[in-house]
């Protein structure tokens, strides 16, 4: 089956630096998504993605965030200024015409910031 | 807002027995709803899901009714397997493409031999 694939596995940072989390959704996808868990909490939602624009965000999706579809094949989430809150797991996400109905994860990202 | 409840973990069973995780939802209108399922080292994969009140959804044994008087979600399975051994996510969601997951904390089971 085709994979969503995330680089990097783990990803040390210290606080205050930004970091980029790639992502290469599968190929014919058409919806992109990221999600995030810290520790011992429930994932939670940040952003989707659709016809190169935002097309739903979270309120922990604030203006430290952003993302982009930079040669249509990536899909990167970037932290401009990073915060020890910002610790977490990241999941991107992709899905197809079926949109909703069936998301196709990446392994995550650990993120850690320091 | 839609929320999602589902029971604490982790849940250690033997081999054969019978499993239920417990889900309930809230949620306006009438959401889709999910089970994912993380194998170690793994990214979240679709279980089961079911779109509307009553259906069943199934598969690799488990299933999960929608119950909408409930508003539950409850996965079950008659007879685990080790490699049943994972991290369970209850998830809602709306029924338009490229909205938002609401999912549950997750629930461990440990499943021995």
């Known amino acids: 089956e085709p994979e969503v694939t995330q680089t990097p596995s783990h990803q040390v940072t210290q606080m205050g630096q930004e970091v980029i989390l790639r992502c290469v959704p599968i190929?014919?996808?058409?919806?992109f998504y990221w999600y995030r868990q810290i520790l011992g909490q429930k994932v939670e939602f940040l952003v989707s993605f659709y016809n190169n624009e935002i097309s739903e965000k979270s309120e922990i999706f604030d203006d430290q965030f952003s993302v982009e579809r930079p040669d249509g094949s990536n899909f990167t989430l970037k932290i401009r200024s990073t915060k020890l809150e910002d610790s977490a797991m990241y999941f991107c996400?992709?899905?197809?015409?079926?949109?909703?109905?069936?998301?196709?994860f990446g392994s995550g990202t650990q993120l850690s910031v320091l | 807002g839609d929320s999602v409840t589902q029971m604490e973990g982790p849940v250690t069973l033997s081999e054969e027995a019978f499993l239920t995780i417990n889900c309930t939802y809230t949620a306006t209108g009438y959401p889709s709803l999910f089970w994912y399922v993380q194998y170690p080292g793994e990214g979240l994969q679709l279980l089961l899901k079911a779109t509307k009140a009553d259906d069943k959804g199934s598969n690799k044994g488990f299933e999960a009714t929608y119950r909408k008087e409930t508003t539950s979600f409850h996965l079950e399975k008659g007879s685990v397997q080790v490699s049943d051994s994972a991290v369970y996510f209850c998830a809602l969601s709306g029924n338009q493409a490229g909205t938002a997951l609401i999912f549950g904390k997750g629930t461990t089971l440990s499943v021995s031999s």
């Open positions: 996400a992709s899905s197809g015409a079926a949109g909703y109905e069936k998301l196709f």
């Open positions: 190929s014919n996808h058409l919806y």
